[in-house]
């Protein structure tokens, strides 16, 4: 079964340097996300981005995330200098589609970033 | 600001008994809503998708969905200890929105 797979699994990085998270989407799909959780918090929506471009952010999604299609396969987000407050699991998601059907999303196993 | 509540639990049932778990969301726009399952350290897996009012069964799990209510809930059949899990729910437009989820215990 296809599946949406992530590097690295684990991070730990020093405050205020760069990080970059990468994803490879499910092969078939056309819209990719980026999710993040604090540890013992809710599932929180980052960034979509379909068509090459960003469809919709979420207020925590500032200037300090960026994301890219570098290539055909592979999606990333980058964390521009990292705070401690980053510290999260970083899951990215991918779906066929959007609207009332055919948008199920189906997750990465995650990306671990530690900000010490 | 789109909200989905749930229960934080725990939500404590035996082994074989049937486990109940609610969800609300406050955006009447939406239009699809989904059950994930999330172990400790692990990310979300899909249970269920609902669109239409009413109940969707699949094995074990059944859906329900009553949008006039706004509210969606999940009955797990059977419950085993490996059901152990945080559920949530999750609404979605374009995007998933996330509840905080509900810890369930199986007792064996």
């Known amino acids: 079964e296809p599946e949406v797979t992530q590097t690295p699994s684990h991070q730990v990085t020093q405050m205020g340097q760069e990080v970059i998270l990468r994803c490879v989407p499910i092969?078939?799909?056309?819209?990719f996300y980026w999710y993040r959780q604090i540890l013992g918090q809710k599932v929180e929506f980052l960034v979509s981005?379909?068509?090459?471009?960003?469809?919709?952010k979420s207020e925590i999604f500032d200037d300090q995330f960026s994301v890219e299609r570098p290539d055909g396969s592979n999606f990333t987000l980058k964390i521009r200098s990292t705070k401690l407050e980053d510290s999260a699991m970083y899951f990215c998601?991918?779906?066929?589609?959007?609207?009332?059907?055919?948008?199920?999303?189906?997750f990465g196993e995650g990306s671990w970033l530690t900000v010490v | 600001q789109k909200e989905v509540e749930q229960n934080s639990g725990p939500l404590s049932v035996p082994e074989g008994a049937i486990a109940s778990l609610n969800c609300t969301y406050s955006?009447?726009?939406?239009?699809?809503f989904f059950w994930y399952r999330q172990y400790s350290g692990k990310s979300p897996e899909l249970i269920m998708f609902?669109?239409?009012?009413g109940d969707k069964e699949d094995g074990r799990f059944t859906a329900q969905l009553n949008k006039a209510s706004q509210y969606v809930s999940l009955l797990i059949r059977d419950s085993q200890p490996s059901d152990s899990a945080t559920y949530l729910c999750?609404?979605?437009?374009?995007?998933?929105?996330f509840g905080t989820g509900t810890r369930l215990l199986v007792s064996p």
């Open positions: 998601a991918s779906s066929r589609g959007q609207g009332a059907t055919g948008n199920t999303i189906y």
């Open positions: 092969s078939n799909h056309l819209y």
């Open positions: 981005f379909y068509n090459n471009e960003i469809s919709e």
């Open positions: 955006d009447r726009g939406s239009q699809s």
């Open positions: 609902i669109y239409s009012n």
């Open positions: 999750a609404v979605s437009f374009q995007k998933l929105v």
